[in-house]
C-alpha cells in the first residue's frame, strides 16, 4: 500500500490594498515614533559618501556615481515619502552600496590585470518582470556548465583582502531581516544567498539602474537616468562581471538576467555583441498585474505612501511598454540563431522541453546528462518546497484588462496569447 504523499503547504499573498497591511504590527508602531524625528536619519549624498569611507586623498567614487547619487537623493527628498524605518533601511542600504563601489574602484586599481579577464559565451534572459524570467533562469543555472551569478557574489563582487569570506552570512543577514520586515516578499520575488539572482545589484553598486523605481517613487531619477547614456552604467556591469571571473573562473557559458536589460538591450548589445538571448513572454494582461503588485510591495517597505492606481498609471503610460516594443523591434533584426522565445505558460507546463528548445536552438544541441540530471533534481527540490500563490488583480491598480488586450494587440497575436 502507498502512502500518501502530503502536497507542500501554500502560502497566499493577498491582493495589495495599502502599505501599512503589508508590515508586521511592531513596524507599524515603530514608524509611528519615528514621526517624532522628520527628516532623521540623514540622506544626503555626500554625507552618505563620507559615511562609506571615501576619503578625498583616496580612491574615491567615479564622477558618474557621484551624480547619480545625488540624482536618486534628490529625488528621494522629493517624492520618496519614506517613513521612519524606510529611512533607516534606504541610508543603510545606500551607504552599502556606496561602500561596496569603492571597494570594486580599488580592486580594479589594484589588479588592473582583472580587466583583461576573458568572459565565457553569454547568454542573458531577457523580458519583463514576471514573466516566468527568474524560473528560467534558476533552471538554467542548475546545469554545472553554466556559470550564473549568485546572489552572495552580485551582492558583494570583491572577495575579502584577509580573513575568511562571510559574504553568504551577510547576504543571509539582509534577506532575514527583509522577511521581519515584509514577511509577504519572499513569495512575491523569492530570493536566496546562494541562489542564481538578477545582475541588479551589478548596476546598484554604481547607482545607475531602474531597480530604484521599484523601490522608491522617485520619478524625477528615473526621469533623469533614462535620459542618460545606458553605456556608462554597462561599462561598470562589463567590468563587473570581469572581477567576478577573475576571483572565481569557471562555466562554458554565463547566463545572466536583468529585467531591466530588456529596456536597455540595444546598449547591451552593442556591449556584448556576440551574447545570445532567451526572450521571455506572458500575457500582458497577467504580466502588468502582477508587476503593478511587485511595485506596489516593494515600495510598501519604504513608505506608506503607495498608491495602486498610481502606480497602474506608472506602469501603464511608463518605461516597460515602449521597452517591449523597441525590444521586438530588435529580436526582429537578430539573427535566428542569436535568440530563441519562450512562453512562461510553456515553461510551467514542460520546463525541460523549453530548455530542450534553447540548448538546441543557441547551442545547437540539448542538454548533456550531467546538466539535465541537475536540472531535474531543481525541479524536484521546487515541488517539494512549500508553495506561493501571489494574488493580484488588475482593477486594483485601476487598469481595465480590455484595454491591455487592445494595448498590446499584435504582441498578444504574435505570441498567441489571445483568448
Given at each position: 500500500m502507498k502512502t500518501a504523499v502530503a502536497a507542500p503547504p501554500v502560502r497566499h499573498v493577498r491582493p495589495f490594498r495599502d502599505a501599512s497591511r503589508t508590515r508586521p504590527l511592531w513596524m507599524r508602531g515603530l514608524n509611528r515614533l519615528a514621526r517624532l524625528a522628520p527628516g532623521w536619519p540623514s540622506l544626503a549624498a555626500a554625507d552618505l559618501w563620507r559615511a562609506a569611507g571615501a576619503e578625498p586623498s583616496g580612491i574615491g567614487p567615479t564622477p558618474a556615481a557621484c551624480e547619480a547619487l545625488e540624482r536618486l537623493c534628490d529625488a528621494l527628498a522629493a517624492t520618496g515619502?519614506?517613513?521612519?524605518?524606510?529611512?533607516?533601511?534606504?541610508?543603510?542600504?545606500?551607504?552599502?552600496?556606496?561602500?561596496?563601489?569603492?571597494?570594486?574602484?580599488?580592486?580594479?586599481?589594484?589588479?588592473?590585470?582583472?580587466?583583461?579577464?576573458?568572459?565565457?559565451?553569454?547568454?542573458?534572459?531577457?523580458?519583463?518582470?514576471?514573466?516566468?524570467?527568474?524560473?528560467?533562469?534558476?533552471?538554467?543555472?542548475?546545469?554545472?556548465?553554466?556559470?550564473?551569478?549568485?546572489?552572495?557574489?552580485?551582492?558583494?563582487?570583491?572577495?575579502?583582502?584577509?580573513?575568511?569570506?562571510?559574504?553568504?552570512?551577510?547576504?543571509?543577514?539582509?534577506?532575514?531581516?527583509?522577511?521581519?520586515?515584509s514577511p509577504d516578499y519572499h513569495a512575491i520575488h523569492p530570493m536566496s544567498a546562494e541562489g542564481a539572482e538578477e545582475c541588479v545589484a551589478l548596476f546598484m553598486n554604481h547607482f545607475r539602474t531602474l531597480q530604484f523605481d521599484f523601490q522608491y517613487r522617485v520619478p524625477d531619477y528615473v526621469a533623469w537616468l533614462l535620459a542618460q547614456d545606458a553605456g556608462i552604467a554597462y561599462a561598470d556591469y562589463h567590468d563587473s562581471l570581469r572581477l567576478i571571473q577573475h576571483h572565481r573562473p569557471h562555466g562554458e557559458?554565463?547566463?545572466?538576467?536583468?529585467?531591466?536589460?530588456?529596456?536597455?538591450?540595444?546598449?547591451?548589445?552593442?556591449?556584448?555583441?556576440?551574447?545570445?538571448?532567451?526572450?521571455?513572454?506572458?500575457?500582458?494582461?497577467?504580466?502588468?498585474?502582477?508587476?503593478?503588485?511587485?511595485?506596489?510591495?516593494?515600495?510598501?517597505?519604504?513608505?506608506?505612501?503607495?498608491?495602486?492606481?498610481?502606480?497602474?498609471?506608472?506602469?501603464?503610460?511608463?518605461?516597460?511598454?515602449?521597452?517591449?516594443?523597441?525590444?521586438?523591434?530588435?529580436?526582429?533584426?537578430?539573427?535566428?540563431?542569436?535568440?530563441?522565445?519562450?512562453?512562461?505558460?510553456?515553461?510551467?507546463?514542460?520546463p525541460l522541453a523549453a530548455v530542450e528548445r534553447i540548448y538546441t536552438r543557441l547551442f545547437g544541441e540539448g542538454p548533456d546528462a550531467a546538466g539535465r540530471a541537475a536540472m531535474e533534481r531543481h525541479l524536484a527540490a521546487k515541488d517539494a518546497a512549500p508553495r506561493d500563490r501571489h494574488e493580484h488583480d488588475l482593477a486594483d491598480f485601476g487598469i481595465d484588462a480590455d484595454a491591455v488586450r487592445e494595448r498590446f494587440r499584435a504582441y498578444r497575436e504574435a505570441f498567441d496569447f489571445t483568448d
Open positions: 515619502r519614506l517613513h521612519g524605518i524606510g529611512r533607516i533601511a534606504a541610508r543603510d542600504d545606500t551607504i552599502r552600496l556606496a561602500r561596496t563601489h569603492l571597494r570594486i574602484r580599488r580592486a580594479l586599481a589594484a589588479t588592473p590585470a582583472i580587466l583583461d579577464a576573458r568572459l565565457p559565451p553569454l547568454v542573458f534572459v531577457v523580458g519583463w518582470p514576471r514573466t516566468g524570467s527568474t524560473a528560467l533562469h534558476a533552471l538554467l543555472a542548475a546545469d554545472p556548465r553554466h556559470r550564473s551569478i549568485p546572489y552572495w557574489e552580485s551582492f558583494d563582487p570583491v572577495p575579502p583582502e584577509r580573513g575568511p569570506d562571510r559574504r553568504i552570512e551577510g547576504l543571509e543577514r539582509m534577506l532575514a531581516q527583509l522577511e521581519r520586515f557559458r554565463f547566463v545572466l538576467k536583468d529585467p531591466t536589460h530588456l529596456v536597455h538591450l540595444e546598449t547591451l548589445l552593442a556591449r556584448f555583441p556576440d551574447a545570445r538571448i532567451v526572450f521571455t513572454h506572458r500575457d500582458p494582461v497577467t504580466a502588468i498585474s502582477s508587476l503593478c503588485s511587485l511595485y506596489a510591495h516593494t515600495r510598501a517597505i519604504f513608505s506608506d505612501d503607495v498608491d495602486p492606481r498610481a502606480i497602474g498609471a506608472e506602469v501603464m503610460t511608463g518605461y516597460w511598454p515602449r521597452a517591449l516594443e523597441a525590444a521586438q523591434a530588435i529580436r526582429a533584426r537578430l539573427e535566428p540563431g542569436r535568440f530563441v522565445d519562450v512562453r512562461q505558460v510553456d515553461l510551467r507546463r514542460d
